[in-house]
């Protein structure tokens, strides 16, 4: 049996955020597993109506056991302040977490393997956390939820995921790598923002 069909079956049996995460804790499948601390699965708030899908894990947050804690987190949460949200505010959270719940080796790119296996989890935790809005940032997360990468092309532009509008936007560690890219990224911020005012 390959193993995209155990983890579909694994994933479809977590009954609970808790369930779901002793699953992945015990799936012994994924070779990233092996080499990272701790496994990843999300920060925030469970229930909130915008769930935050980023790529994966990188050394700090392989250390924490958190996602976004390093300084793409510290830039994600700023720019999520600017439009009144946070992981931690109570009256506007927002749930978050990866494609892939380990830290690749030295931060190599997901290979499509990783993305194809972990995705049933990734769809199984959206159908859990049910958010009216799901935010997809890069092209790992747009590879593993669209079938399709081009973030330049597809950021922006309002799509569907599990029957939930969905935003493509830039990742946060593009963004540190290119600055000009953050007036693309704020007209995105902005889309959100209309999007759950008028939701
Ligand atoms: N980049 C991601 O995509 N996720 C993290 O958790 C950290 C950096």
Same mark, same amino acid.
């Given at each position: 049996?390959?193993?995209?069909?155990?983890?579909?079956?694994?994933?479809?049996?977590?009954?609970?955020? #808790?369930?779901?995460?002793?699953?992945?804790?015990?799936?012994?499948?994924?070779?990233?597993?092996?080499?990272?601390?701790? =496994?990843?699965? %999300?920060?925030?708030?469970?229930?909130? *109506?915008?769930?935050?899908?980023?790529? %994966?894990?990188? *050394?700090?947050? @392989?250390? +924490?056991?958190?996602?976004?804690?390093? *300084?793409?987190? /510290?830039?994600?949460?700023?720019?999520?302040?600017?439009?009144?949200?946070? *992981?931690?505010?109570?009256?506007?959270?927002?749930?978050?977490?990866?494609?892939?719940?380990?830290?690749?080796?030295? #931060?190599?790119?997901?290979?499509?393997? @990783?993305?194809?296996?972990?995705?049933?989890?990734?769809?199984?935790?959206?159908?859990? +956390?049910?958010?009216?809005?799901?935010?997809?940032?890069?092209?790992?997360?747009?590879?593993? =939820?669209?079938?399709? $990468?081009?973030?330049?092309?597809?950021?922006? /532009?309002?799509?569907?995921?599990?029957?939930?509008?969905?935003?493509?936007?830039?990742?946060? %560690?593009? =963004?540190?790598?290119?600055?000009?890219?953050? $007036?693309?990224?704020?007209?995105? &911020?902005? %889309?959100?923002?209309?999007? &759950?005012?008028?939701?």
């Amino acid at each position: 049996e390959d193993v995209v069909a155990i983890a579909e079956r694994a994933a479809k049996a977590a009954e609970s955020f #808790n369930e779901l995460r002793t699953t992945l804790a015990a799936f012994e499948h994924c070779d990233l597993k092996k080499g990272a601390r701790n =496994l990843v699965f %999300s920060d925030g708030i469970a229930g909130a *109506r915008v769930m935050l899908i980023g790529e %994966s894990p990188d *050394r700090e947050e @392989d250390v +924490a056991g958190k996602p976004f804690v390093g *300084r793409t987190g /510290q830039l994600l949460d700023k720019m999520l302040e600017a439009i009144q949200l946070g *992981r931690d505010r109570e009256e506007a959270p927002v749930y978050i977490t990866n494609v892939l719940p380990w830290r690749p080796p030295q #931060n190599r790119d997901p290979k499509p393997e @990783d993305l194809a296996m972990m995705k049933p989890f990734l769809m199984r935790h959206i159908e859990l +956390a049910a958010p009216e809005v799901i935010v997809i940032l890069g092209n790992s997360p747009c590879q593993a =939820l669209l079938g399709k $990468r081009g973030i330049t092309r597809l950021r922006g /532009q309002w799509t569907q995921v599990a029957g939930r509008p969905a935003l493509p936007m830039f990742h946060p %560690s593009q =963004l540190l790598k290119s600055p000009a890219l953050k $007036r693309e990224a704020w007209a995105d &911020l902005l %889309s959100l923002k209309a999007r &759950l005012r008028d939701g």
